[in-house]
């Protein structure tokens, strides 16, 4: 699926203010969107991560892609894409996972979020489509609507623990550690 495999975006990091917007819909599924998707995965299985939204690379659409398969010679790569999705379904059930962020680079923190959701979205050919998903894939599609929403997992912490982090991450750049 993914034509080109070269990047040409770079991951922006917090406290940078594209992390905090609200990304727009995409009217259409052309070749300049697949192309963006293909740039994203690029970028996204070089990091490496298992997921990557649009505003992560300074864009401020609604598009983002993930990937959980293992990356072993065994495992078929299985690039997701969603453009505009939308929440049909949440369960009432909660599930806690510990969750990092490229853009907060070496943090992670426990989450709570709906432990089933049902998306509906655009893929990557155009179509309609729908998924239901739990565990780490669920947490993976909440997570990536979320930065759509200008909303980062560390913003589900108080401010105290998300300005510890902030400040790592900082002092990670000041160290040229990233
Ligand atoms: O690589 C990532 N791992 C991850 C782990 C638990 C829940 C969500 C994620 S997404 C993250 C990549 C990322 O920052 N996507 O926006
Ligand atoms: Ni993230």
Same mark, same amino acid.
């Given at each position: %699926?993914? *034509?080109?495999?070269?990047?040409?975006? #770079?991951?922006?990091? =917090?406290?940078?203010?594209?992390?905090?917007? $609200?990304?727009?819909? =995409?009217?259409?599924?052309?070749?300049?969107?697949?192309?963006? !998707?293909? /740039? !994203?995965?690029?970028? *996204?299985?070089?990091?490496? /991560? $298992?997921?990557?939204?649009?505003?992560? =690379?300074?864009?401020? &659409? #609604?598009?983002?892609? %993930?990937?959980?398969?293992?990356?072993?010679?065994?495992?078929?790569?299985?690039?997701?894409? !969603?453009?505009?999705?939308?929440?049909?379904?949440?369960?009432?059930?909660?599930?806690? *996972?510990?969750?990092?962020?490229?853009? $907060? +680079?070496?943090?992670?923190?426990?989450?709570?979020? +709906?432990? $089933?959701? #049902?998306?509906?979205?655009?893929?990557? &050919? /155009?179509?309609?489509?729908?998924?239901?998903?739990?565990?780490?894939?669920?947490?993976?599609?909440? @997570?990536?609507?979320? @930065?759509? &929403?200008? !909303?980062?997992?560390?913003?589900?912490?108080?401010?105290?623990?998300?300005?510890? *982090?902030?400040?790592?991450? @900082?002092?990670?750049?000041?160290? &040229?550690?990233?």
């Amino acid at each position: %699926m993914p *034509m080109s495999t070269k990047k040409n975006y #770079r991951i922006v990091t =917090v406290p940078d203010p594209v992390l905090k917007q $609200i990304a727009q819909p =995409v009217d259409k599924v052309d070749d300049a969107i697949r192309t963006q !998707m293909d /740039g !994203m995965l690029a970028v *996204m299985y070089d990091a490496p /991560g $298992i997921g990557l939204a649009a505003n992560q =690379v300074g864009l401020l &659409n #609604r598009v983002f892609v %993930m990937d959980l398969s293992s990356r072993t010679e065994e495992e078929e790569p299985n690039p997701i894409c !969603m453009v505009n999705p939308q929440i049909l379904y949440e369960s009432e059930e909660m599930s806690v *996972m510990e969750e990092g962020c490229l853009s $907060i +680079p070496k943090q992670y923190a426990e989450v709570e979020r +709906p432990a $089933i959701v #049902r998306v509906k979205y655009i893929d990557y &050919n /155009g179509k309609d489509a729908e998924l239901e998903a739990q565990g780490l894939l669920s947490h993976c599609i909440q @997570h990536e609507m979320d @930065h759509l &929403n200008g !909303m980062l997992f560390i913003d589900y912490l108080s401010t105290l623990k998300r300005n510890i *982090m902030i400040k790592k991450v @900082h002092k990670l750049k000041k160290q &040229n550690l990233l």
